[in-house]
C-alpha cells in the first residue's frame, strides 16, 4: 500500500533526510525534478519533439523543483519553457535575491541563468498551448494554506491543468470552502508527489483536479519516519487480496462463519435485503436475517438467507459469528435492546445506520465498526457536518480513541480509523455508489468478513475497497465466495448442455 502522509510529517522527513542523514537539499530537488521528467516521457512517447512543455514556476522550493526539470527536459532535446511568476532580483556579490531564498531553489535559477534556458515572465504564452502540450505546475507546496492571489491566481486559470491550491492536509481548494463551485485549482491527468501521498489529494472535494497519483521516492528516511509513514495508507487490491481468507477445497457452509444481519423495519425491509444478500456475496458460509416479522415475506425471493422473526436475539447470539446492526431500523422500536445484546455478547459487530443513533458507547471494544457517513458522525461527536467535511481525517481518528472502537467514515474516500491511531484510506468507486442502498451492502460486506475470521480494522479496510471496486472489479476479486446457491440454479441449463454435447 502506499503511504499517506500530512505535510507536518512530510517537512520532518525532508528535514531528515538534509540534516540527520546528510543528503543535501539540491540531490532531493534533482530526484524529485527526475521523478516528474520520467512521468513526462511516459505521457510524450514517440512524441517528443511534438510536445512544448511548460513549467510555471514559483518562488520557493516548488520553483526550484520546475528549474532542475527545466534543465533536465532541455537537455534530453525537449522543447520546455519555464513562466516565472516572480520577478527574480539577480543576485550581486553583497546582496541575496529577494525572491529565491539562499537555498538550492536559488541554485537552480542561477544555473538556469548560466545555461541561458529559455524563460520568461510572460503567462500569456499559456495561450499558445495546444492539445498535446504539457503543462507542469510547480508553484506551491502542499503547504499551502491560502488562496492563490494574483499573477499564481491569473496562471492557474488559464492554465487549469493540474492541482496546485489544494491544501495537503484538508483538501481545501483555493481557501474555498467544502464545495465550493468556483475554486481556484488547477486541475490534472497526473500528480507526482513525493515520498508518500498527501491526505488532502485524497480528501478534496475537487478529486478530478488530482488525476491519477504517482509517488515517487526521492531519499531515503530512517526507521523512525518510515514507521510514522506507514501509520497511514491507501488501501490497494493487492492488500485487500492478502486479507481475504484462503477458501480450501474440503470446507463446508459452517467453515466460513455464520452471519447475523439484525436490520430493517415495516417500509424499510429493502435495506435488511440489501445487507444480508451482500453478506452472502461476500463469502459467508450462512447467513441469517433478524428482522420484523412484518418484512419476513420480502426473503421468499432469496432462499439461501434464513430469514428469522426477532421475537428473542440470545440464541442468534450464540449462533452467531459476526453481527451486522441498524441497516433500515428506523422504525424498529426494540433496536436499542438488540444492540445491548449484541455489543455486549464479546462477538465482532458492524453498527450502522439507526444502530449508530441508538449507540451505547459504554460497551464498544475492538470488536465493533462503526460506519457512519459524514451526517451520522456530525450527530456522535457533537459537531456540524460542514465541520466533519473539513477534516474527515481528523474526526475518524479521534473517534476511534475516543470509543475504542473501529470507525468507518464513509465518503467519496472513505477513511478507516484504529483507536492506536492508525488510518488507511479508500479511494475505490464511483459517484454510482451516491444513493440508497449502498451503506446497506457495505454492513453486510463487512460482517461477512468479520465472519470469515477477519480482525475488524482489515474487515472495515477490505470492505470499503470491496464495495468501491464492485462496479469494475469486485467478482474478479473475491471469485468462488461471490456464488451464491441462485447463481448455481441459473447456470445448471448451460452446464447441463455442455455435459451432454461432451459425452
Known amino acids: 500500500m502506499l503511504n499517506v502522509s500530512k505535510t507536518t510529517l512530510m517537512r520532518s522527513c525532508d528535514k531528515n533526510m538534509t540534516e540527520k542523514i546528510g543528503i543535501p537539499d539540491a540531490v532531493l530537488m534533482e530526484n524529485a525534478a527526475n521523478a516528474v521528467a520520467q512521468s513526462i516521457k511516459k505521457h510524450t512517447a514517440g512524441r517528443k519533439n511534438g510536445s512544448r512543455v511548460f513549467i510555471l514556476i514559483g518562488p520557493g522550493s516548488n520553483g526550484g523543483d520546475g528549474l532542475a526539470l527545466l534543465r533536465i527536459l532541455t537537455a534530453e532535446g525537449y522543447n520546455a519553457e519555464g513562466i516565472l511568476l516572480f520577478e527574480p532580483i539577480q543576485n550581486k556579490k553583497d546582496e541575496q535575491s529577494a525572491a529565491l531564498p539562499r537555498s538550492s531553489a536559488e541554485l537552480n535559477y542561477q544555473i538556469a541563468i548560466n545555461l541561458g534556458l529559455p524563460l520568461s515572465n510572460d503567462i ?57 463551485e468556483h475554486p481556484t485549482v488547477f486541475r490534472a491527468d497526473e500528480t507526482v508527489t513525493f515520498v508518500a501521498v498527501k491526505r ?3 480528501l478534496t472535494h475537487e478529486r478530478e483536479c488530482v488525476g491519477k497519483i504517482t509517488v515517487a521516492q526521492i531519499g531515503i528516511t530512517d526507521a523512525e519516519h518510515a514507521a510514522l509513514l506507514q501509520k497511514e495508507q491507501l488501501i490497494d487490491e493487492e ?37 444480508a444478500s451482500a453478506s452472502l456475496r461476500a463469502g459467508a458460509g450462512l447467513t441469517k436475517a433478524f428482522v420484523p416479522r412484518d418484512i419476513m415475506h420480502m426473503f421468499a425471493s432469496r432462499p439461501e438467507i434464513m430469514a428469522v422473526a426477532d421475537d428473542n436475539i440470545q440464541g442468534l447470539v450464540k449462533w452467531a459469528t459476526a453481527f451486522g446492526i441498524g441497516c433500515g431500523s428506523g422504525g424498529d422500536a426494540s433496536i436499542k435492546q438488540k444492540l445491548r445484546a449484541v455489543l455486549s455478547c464479546g462477538k465482532p459487530a458492524v453498527i450502522d445506520a439507526d444502530g449508530l443513533n441508538n449507540l451505547d458507547n ?8 462503526l460506519t457512519p457517513h459524514p451526517g451520522e458522525m456530525a450527530r456522535l461527536t457533537g459537531k456540524s457536518i460542514e465541520d466533519v467535511l473539513r477534516d474527515p481525517a481528523g474526526f475518524a481518528e479521534n473517534t476511534a480513541k475516543a470509543f475504542g472502537c473501529i470507525v468507518l467514515l464513509k465518503g467519496a474516500v472513505s477513511v478507516a480509523a484504529h483507536p492506536d491511531g492508525r488510518l488507511r484510506y479508500n479511494a475505490s468507486g464511483n459517484p454510482g455508489l451516491a444513493k440508497g442502498g449502498s451503506g446497506d451492502v457495505l454492513t453486510g460486506i463487512i460482517t461477512a468478513l468479520l465472519a470469515q475470521g477477519l480482525e475488524p480494522f482489515d474487515a472495515a479496510s477490505a470492505g470499503a475497497y470491496i464495495l468501491g471496486s464492485s462496479a469494475e472489479s469486485a467478482l474478479e476479486l473475491l ?4 456464488l451464491t446457491a441462485g447463481d448455481v440454479l441459473d447456470a445448471i441449463e448451460k452446464t447441463a448442455g455442455i455435459t451432454e454435447h461432451r459425452n
Open 239 to 275: 492488500f485487500v487480496r492478502s486479507l481475504l481468507p484462503k477458501r480450501k477445497l474440503v470446507s463446508n457452509k459452517g467453515t466460513f462463519g455464520k452471519a447475523v444481519i439484525a436490520a430493517g423495519s415495516p417500509g424499510m425491509g429493502g435495506a435488511a435485503v440489501m445487507a
Open 124 to 180: 500569456n504564452r499559456l495561450n499558445t498551448c495546444r492539445e498535446s502540450d504539457i503543462i507542469v505546475d510547480a508553484i506551491f507546496g502542499t503547504g499551502l494554506n491560502r488562496k492563490p492571489s494574483g499573477v499564481f491566481k491569473t496562471a492557474i486559470e488559464r492554465a487549469n491543468a493540474l492541482p496546485a491550491g489544494i491544501n495537503g492536509d484538508t483538501g481545501e481548494c483555493g481557501g474555498s470552502e467544502p464545495n465550493s
Open 362 to 369: 459504554e460497551l464498544l471494544s475492538l470488536r465493533h465498526v
Open 479 to 482: 471469485h468462488e465466495r461471490a
Open 200 to 202: 488532502g489529494m485524497l
